[in-house]
């Protein structure tokens, strides 16, 4: 809606414009036809040669400014055909933009999650390895306390072995060498007998 009151506002200015303009032209040939009744018609030549001039340049200069509006609208058109293109650019660059923008969130927030899961799964990997190691500690200690018990059962059943294996040996010793006397002293009874001396012997 403003743009239209523009248009007419820009057309009712030229009007008047071109209203201003006949009536100059009027005056001016009026002054003019009053100038060539008081003047000799051997002045009126080159007058009338300077007026077919100055309407040759007045045509000149009309068709120049027709070219220069020309120049003009175009010019406005081809800006405003450039502001289009910028904007239609600007619009697609922001929608590339925010797309853009939009892929390289969810990508952060997946690897954000893909962290946050290996996260999850190297300290539950962690705790499961502290609790194996806490375990084989345990029973390594519980196996290390059971050989140590059964080798100082061991060795309590080896001293008592020895001990009753010295026993007997001593206890057979002195049997055997009660054995012996008693044999010797035989001998001797018997080599007595016979008259021998168990000394010479």
């Given at each position: 809606m403003p743009l239209k009151s523009k248009g007419k506002g820009r057309k009712g200015v030229k009007q008047q414009q071109q209203r201003n303009t006949a009536e100059s032209q009027a005056e001016e040939n009026y002054r003019k036809a009053a100038l060539e009744a008081d003047m000799p018609k051997e002045q009126l030549v080159p007058w009338r040669?300077?007026?077919?001039?100055?309407?040759?340049?007045?045509e000149r200069l009309k068709r120049r400014l027709w070219d220069l509006e020309k120049a003009l609208e175009q010019a406005q058109e081809d800006k405003r055909d450039i502001h289009e293109e910028m904007t239609r650019q600007y619009q697609e660059l922001q929608k590339q933009t925010a797309a853009h923008s939009q892929r390289l969130e969810a990508k952060?927030?997946?690897?954000?999650?893909?962290?946050?899961?290996?996260?999850?799964?190297?300290?539950?990997?962690?705790?499961t390895a502290t609790q194996a190691l806490a375990e084989r500690d345990r029973t390594i200690a519980q196996l290390q306390g059971r050989l140590d018990a059964m080798e100082r059962e061991y060795e309590k059943i080896l001293h008592g072995s020895l001990d009753l294996v010295l026993a007997k040996m001593a206890e057979a010793s002195q049997h055997w060498e009660e054995v012996g006397m008693t044999i010797a002293v035989e001998h001797k009874e018997c080599l007595q007998e016979f008259g021998l001396n168990p000394l010479e012997i």
């Open positions: 040669d300077m007026t077919r001039q100055a309407k040759a340049d007045n952060v927030k997946s690897l954000q999650e893909q962290l946050a899961t290996r996260l999850r799964e190297s300290q539950q990997t962690q705790e």
